[in-house]
T-cell receptor
Framework: AQRVTQPEKLLSVFKGAPVELKCNYS??????LFWYVQYSRQRLQLLLR??SRESIKGFTADLNKGETSFHLKKPFAQEEDSAMYYC???????????FGTGTRLTIIP | GEEVAQTPKHLVRGEGQKAKLYCAPI?????VFWYQQVLKNEFKFLIS????????ETGMPKERFSAKCLPNSPCSLEIQATKLEDSAVYFC????????????FGSGTRLTVV
């Protein structure tokens, strides 16, 4: 069964400091990995997906198949990064996403 | 439109009453998904549609829950005889032909069963 683990429920980081939100997964196959973000009072939105290798709002995430990880990183945190972040996995063919339980990131001014 | 529209935003039902939630996916998106989020915890997959056909219903409770996506109508999720544990936020999402693009989520319907 596929599973996504986000070990940190809460993470506080000072503005300007580096951010890393951890995500590990278990899946037998080649998964598609995503990060979704939910800002206060807004709907859940796609932040980035590993297949496109994008950098969105300064965030990047590298899929490490050996460590089965897809950690989200940003070199310099900004106050507007405060939000709830969800890591998610899908397997091509059945389309559904399996979500982690989320990490609430708070940027301290 | 460019947003997934969910109605109503809030729904309160007495135990045993029926609840019906609606979702209008983005035009041109082939897949529709329903998720249940209890107490801001993880998202539990319920069911997905490819156009008007059920694609994956492995997450749907066998009793009381049903869903439809009919042509030219919003998709719907119906809960017969609601129970207290059905209280949750129900999210709908739609996506293009494959999940590689990621989903676009609606803002959710908060169902409270009292």
């Amino acid at each position: 069964a596929q599973r996504v683990t986000q070990p940190e429920k809460l993470l506080s980081v000072f503005k300007g400091a580096p951010v890393e939100l951890k995500c590990n997964y278990s899946y037998s196959g080649s998964p598609e990995l995503f990060w979704y973000v939910q800002y206060s009072r807004q709907r859940l939105q796609l932040l980035l997906r590993h297949i496109s290798r994008e950098s969105i709002k300064g965030f990047t995430a590298d899929l490490n198949k050996g460590e089965t990880s897809f950690h989200l990183k940003k070199p310099f945190a900004q106050e507007e990064d405060s939000a709830m972040y969800y890591c998610a996995l899908s397997n091509f063919g059945n389309e559904k996403l399996t979500f982690g339980t989320g990490t609430r990131l708070t940027i301290i001014p | 439109g460019e947003e997934v529209a969910q109605t109503p935003k809030h729904l309160v039902r007495g135990e045993g009453q029926k609840a019906k939630l609606y979702c209008a996916p983005i035009k041109g998106h082939s897949y529709v998904f329903w998720y249940q989020q209890v107490l801001k915890n993880e998202f539990k997959f319920l069911i997905s549609f490819q156009n008007e056909n059920v694609f994956d219903e492995t997450g749907m409770p066998k009793e009381r829950f049903s869903a439809k996506c009919l042509p030219n109508s919003p998709c719907s999720l119906e809960i017969q005889a609601t129970k207290l544990e059905d209280s949750a936020v129900y999210f709908c999402a739609s996506s293009q032909s494959t999940s590689n693009y990621g989903y676009t989520f609606g803002s959710g319907t908060r169902l409270t069963v009292v």
